[in-house]
């Protein structure tokens, strides 16, 4: 972990500290706050000195999309408002600081199709032999939960043994983003699978307190995941760049994409029956682990991954007429 370098590395230091204790993750917060703590320590400002004038400067040499600028601002903006409440600072010269106007950003969606043949893949990639096996079937297993049960990448990494209630074919998701918890009704497919590959971890595996433990029977880290999927999307030639096209920003492929996947394919489908998907908003919210169920109405914008394909083929031609 990186330290601080400016003269108020300290500060910087106990305001992560004191978010840390209210329950938020720095994982990615340090990494915003960085950028203030460099323009703090080339420009040899004291906090009682800074200015919004001085932020102008400041945001001009970002050389960043503005949703990172904003978060950048946003932290920075936080970091005050913590130095004004340990009586630090009087005044925050963030308080009315404009934002950049952000571009839109359309995720990559996956075509129930086209998650069936990325899952093949990794799949057909599982090596046989003893050593590897089973380690393979973990990160398939993996996978095949994000895609069949939207959960965030770091959901089934956390699972432990006593998560996955077999009983009644659920599983518990503890303290996820926003702290939250939740307890999930799995499919038939996802319980038979996870069944069967609990047979076979119990044959080939020393026992782990993780139900998708890594090779030695820690946890499984993020880049194995990243590894297999991204190889599985080279063998069925679906991997493709992130574009920026005038104000819109069109997401490459992530595992995290499965996640938006499974919403906009759940809600698809509740179309397809007539239904009205509205109504089903705070279902999927909940199932989803979504503070807010307005935060999956986003959904309801992105009808099927044809259509993301037509409008970002589109934006393509267009640009190329201009």
Same mark, same amino acid.
């Given at each position: =972990? ?53 932020? =102008? ?30 009586? =630090? ?61 939207? =959960? ?171």
């Amino acid at each position: =972990m990186k330290p601080f370098k400016s003269g108020i590395a300290e500060q910087l230091e106990a305001y992560v500290a004191y978010r840390r204790n209210l329950g938020f993750s720095d994982k990615h917060f340090r990494s915003m706050l960085r950028p203030f703590d460099r323009f703090m320590k080339e420009t040899g400002f004291s906090i009682h000195q800074l200015n919004p004038l001085d932020f =102008m400067g400041f945001k001009r040499s970002l050389k960043l999309e503005p949703r990172s600028i904003n978060a950048i601002i946003i932290a920075a903006r936080g970091f005050f408002d913590y130095l004004i409440r340990i009586q =630090m600072l009087e005044d925050n010269p963030l308080r009315d600081f404009p934002l950049q106007r952000e571009n839109a950003f359309v995720p990559f969606i996956f075509s129930p199709s086209q998650t069936k043949r990325m899952l093949a893949a990794i799949h057909r990639n599982i090596r046989q032999n003893p050593k590897h096996f089973l380690n393979d079937l973990t990160v398939y297993t993996a996978i095949f939960l994000l895609a069949e049960c939207g =959960m965030r990448l770091s959901e089934p990494l956390r699972l432990k043994n006593h998560h996955y209630r077999k009983d009644d074919g659920t599983l518990y998701i503890e303290k996820t983003k926003f702290r939250k918890d939740r307890l999930i009704a799995l499919s038939s497919t996802v319980i038979q699978h996870l069944n069967n590959y609990l047979a076979v971890k119990e044959t080939l595996q020393k026992e782990s307190q993780w139900l998708l433990p890594a090779p030695k029977g820690g946890q499984l880290l993020e880049h194995r995941i990243y590894a297999a999927f991204h190889q599985a999307l080279d063998d069925i030639c679906l991997k493709c760049q992130r574009r920026v096209i005038g104000n819109t920003v069109f997401g490459a492929p992530t595992p995290h994409s499965l996640r938006h996947s499974f919403a906009v394919n759940t809600l698809n489908r509740i179309r397809s029956r007539e239904e009205d998907p509205q109504a089903a908003l705070p279902i999927l919210s909940a199932y989803m682990g979504h503070r807010k169920y307005r935060y999956t109405a986003v959904y309801l914008k992105f009808t099927d991954a044809k259509q993301r394909q037509q409008l970002l083929d589109f934006s393509i031609k267009a640009l190329h007429d201009i």
